[in-house]
């Protein structure tokens, strides 16, 4: 029986020229490749392999390019890829990824779906400006009080993203994102630092983007996943296809529970960790909060593969 947890990322983890190499390396993650122009009627292959950096961090290309890599990364690991996982999860927008390789969502409703979320994501962005901030050192519940602190009607920062113990994102509004950040070093964080990003991802910012995704999400089929899939705003394993759908939207405005999901797997019994798509940030975030023994693999790049590319 396996034990292997596949991850999959999210914003943050995009390069120029991600996916290049899988699509002349790999037929299967070309075919994906070439599914995601046709479904979405514009050239998103172009921008992965020879876009700017700045052309890769608009939100809703940036969404559909992550997921997209990712859906190739998962196609090039072949059929036995499906037998070798266990559970899956996917930190904010990997979340999609991590539903479509498990079977919850087709590639087209997935892709459909990511690209509709990232302009209503841009959009709310434009709409009410704010930031996020990490902030390192810190222990999760006097991150909490500081933000509670700061937070008052008509401006308001909360815990964004639990990315490992020490390592936590708060999102907002500029002006009290910014005084959190001021204030957290005398309140014992050995860092805070603003994050280069066009929202307040995470936080009740992003409600003007609920109503649309909620839309979005009605419009599509949700199977029962082949594996329990951790979600994000409850860091618990699901197979239920209405309680996928609530957490979906409830993401938006809602904190990531990272490590509280990988503490979970772990109780749950799995012991590696695959990740599969851009980055290796999400294997990083495993060895700081499950220690450095923990094991974790990639499959991303052509070399990340141990068979030989045909």
């Known amino acids: 029986m396996s034990e292997t947890a596949f991850l999959f990322p999210g914003q943050g983890a995009q390069y120029p020229g991600m996916g290049a190499d899988l699509y002349e390396a790999f037929p299967a993650a070309r075919e994906v490749l070439d599914q995601a122009n046709a479904v979405l009627g514009f050239d998103l292959t172009s921008i992965m392999f020879s876009g700017t950096e ?37 930190h904010s927008l990997g979340e999609y990824s991590a539903l479509a390789a498990a079977g919850a969502l087709s590639f087209e409703d997935g892709l459909r779906l990511v690209r509709l979320r990232g302009e209503l994501m841009a959009r709310a962005g434009t709409e ?41 994102v708060i999102s907002g509004d500029r002006a ?26 995470h936080s009740e910012l992003m409600l003007a983007a609920s109503q649309g995704l909620a839309e979005g999400l009605e419009k599509v089929n949700i199977c029962t996943p082949r594996v329990p899939v951790y979600m994000n705003v409850t860091a618990d394993p699901t ?14 405005t809602s904190p990531v529970r990272w490590s509280q999901t990988l503490v979970c797997m772990q109780q749950n019994g799995i012991r590696f960790f695959m990740e599969v798509g851009a980055g290796r940030v999400l294997s990083g975030l495993v060895k700081r909060t499950l220690g450095r023994d923990a094991q974790t693999s990639a499959r991303g790049r052509n070399d990340d593969y141990p068979t030989e590319a045909s």
């Open 128 to 168: 009410r400006p704010g930031s996020m901030a990490a902030i390192l050192g810190m222990e999760d519940a006097d991150v909490e009080a500081l933000c509670r602190d700061h937070s008052e009607p008509g401006s308001l920062v909360q815990a964004a993203n639990y990315n490992a113990p020490g390592q936590i």
């Open 54 to 90: 700045d052309a890769l961090k608009e939100t809703d290309i940036t969404q559909p390019a992550l997921f997209v890599h990712s859906m190739a990364a998962f196609a090039a690991m072949g059929t036995g890829a499906e037998s070798e996982m266990a559970a899956a999860a996917g």
């Open 239 to 252: 197979t239920d296809p209405d309680d996928i759908r609530r957490r979906l939207l409830e993401q938006l």
């Open 176 to 201: 009290t994102v910014s005084r959190v950040v001021s204030e957290a070093p005398s309140r014992g964080a050995k860092r805070a630092l603003p994050l280069p990003v066009s929202g307040a991802f």
